[in-house]
């Protein structure tokens, strides 16, 4: 016979397990909402899928479009520039040297004449390089088979012409052509050669690259109608104005090079630390056309736009690569490497409960009868240890297994709900069973 003394014992610890069933229960029900709403993306953020061109290249550095041929137009085999220094690149990946330019050294970037209503003298098809010497511009023809070298020589110019070439298309400095400097120069020269200086050493000597005209449009701020130019060096996007006055902008990158997103037309971008270039398709630019993106040297691609309400220009990352150089839109079309599929995992067959989708196992539970003395008895053969799933009717103690509970990721939050009521539901139950279980002993005891 049970003492009854082991009563006001075995209600205290039957009460205790009902509380502590509830607290974990709940406790389950909330972390599992938390979790869920965790992994929920940002609303509204823009994504930009950049693919590797479907060949391979000798040290790109910089892309243009060549609209005679309709391709895309490289500069390869930095830094020497031999056996060549430009490519053309077709709409299946081949490719083929553009004119006999080799051996111009540093990084050669390019500035292709596309047709416009500012074209102000140039011819569609011409190509102006850099050419690794401080100040020189050369002059290629459409058809890559003559080269004026040098085309024109910047007076009193010391600085190479590493990535700081484009010709104005948005009619705000005359169609020009711009040029800026490693010694933080912007000069504009015309279709007959003749050069002015626009501003001097707009800071300490490094690389301005990625130069580009903007609209004379509203949308802009106060970057309507001026040149933008990079400097990785400190991270400013120097807006540029036909005076000289320069303003800059950062972003918190490295600033390689800005564009403005045009309709209808592919982007181009050399990623250096992996030798490739990339290209992301028109489509993943609708909603943004007209706005800019900053490609920056440390690999980060960012969305820029104006907001007139704060009279400030927000920034958001879009995309992320090894190392950005080159980059340019184009209505030019090139094949990509295609992704190879990632084969559906096996399904592993659901051992325990199926609930929204996703597999519960259920705890063991291991019960054993107290003495009066208050220490659990060895069970021998028929003996009084017993194992239940949770909701079965249990003895006075309970030791639980572990519950497996796979990983919701972004699974709805009716899963997590149901989840956490059915610990809730298993808990009270375990605890319900202890509860009916000392009243029956106690009922048999008197």
């Known amino acids: 016979m049970v003492s009854r003394r082991t009563r006001p014992r075995v209600l205290l610890k039957s009460g205790a397990k009902v509380a502590v069933g509830w607290l974990l229960g709940t406790t389950a029900l909330i972390a599992a909402t938390a979790v869920l709403h965790h992994v929920q993306p940002a609303a509204g953020a823009t994504s930009i899928t950049l693919r590797p061109l479907a060949t391979g290249f000798n040290n790109p550095i910089d892309v243009g479009y060549h609209q005679p041929t309709d391709k895309i137009l490289l500069s390869v085999n930095y830094s020497s520039g031999v056996p060549n220094n430009f490519d053309l690149i077709a709409a299946d990946g081949s490719h083929t040297p553009f004119s006999a330019v080799k051996g111009l050294t540093d990084e050669v970037y390019i500035a292709s004449v596309r047709s416009s209503p500012c074209q102000a003298g140039f011819t569609v098809g011409q190509s102006f390089v850099g050419t690794g010497t401080p100040g020189v511009i050369a002059r290629i023809s459409p058809d890559g088979s003559q080269v004026v070298n040098p085309w024109v020589t910047l007076p009193g110019e010391t600085g190479l012409l590493r990535g700081g070439l484009a010709q104005d298309r948005y009619c705000v400095f005359g169609g020009d052509l711009i040029v800026t400097t490693t010694t933080g120069d912007v000069w504009r020269v015309t279709s007959a050669g003749v050069p002015h200086e626009v501003a001097a050493h707009l800071a300490a ?233 000392a009243r029956t002993r106690r009922r048999g005891a008197e």
């Open 205 to 437: 000597p490094n690389s301005f690259e990625g130069p580009t005209t903007v609209p004379n449009d509203p949308r802009y701020g106060p970057w309507a109608g001026t040149v933008l130019v990079t400097n990785e060096a400190d991270g400013c996007v120097y807006s540029v104005t036909a005076a000289g006055k320069a303003t800059c902008s950062k972003f918190g990158f490295d600033a390689e090079s800005v564009r403005v997103i045009p309709p209808g037309e592919n982007y181009y971008a050399v990623d250096f630390a992996d030798h490739s270039v990339l290209t992301a398709a028109a489509s993943e630019f609708v909603g943004i056309v007209g706005d800019l993106l900053v490609a920056n040297e440390d690999g980060v691609l960012q969305h820029v736009r104006y907001d007139p309400g704060t009279r400030a220009f927000t920034a958001e990352q879009v995309a992320k690569v090894g190392q950005f150089e080159g980059t340019t839109f184009a209505p030019a079309t090139v094949a990509v490497v295609t992704p190879v599929p990632t084969p559906a995992p096996t399904p592993t067959p659901c051992t325990g409960v199926s609930i929204g989708g996703q597999c519960i196992v259920l705890p063991v539970t291991t019960t054993t009868t107290t003495t009066s003395a208050g220490t659990p008895t060895t069970p021998a053969t028929g003996g009084t240890t017993t194992t239940a799933t949770a909701g079965a009717v249990l003895g006075v103690s309970t030791i639980s297994g572990g519950l497996s509970v796979p990983s919701t990721g972004g699974a709805g939050t009716r899963d997590a709900v149901l989840l956490g009521a059915l610990l809730v539901a298993g808990a009270v139950t375990a605890g319900g069973a202890s509860l009916w279980t």
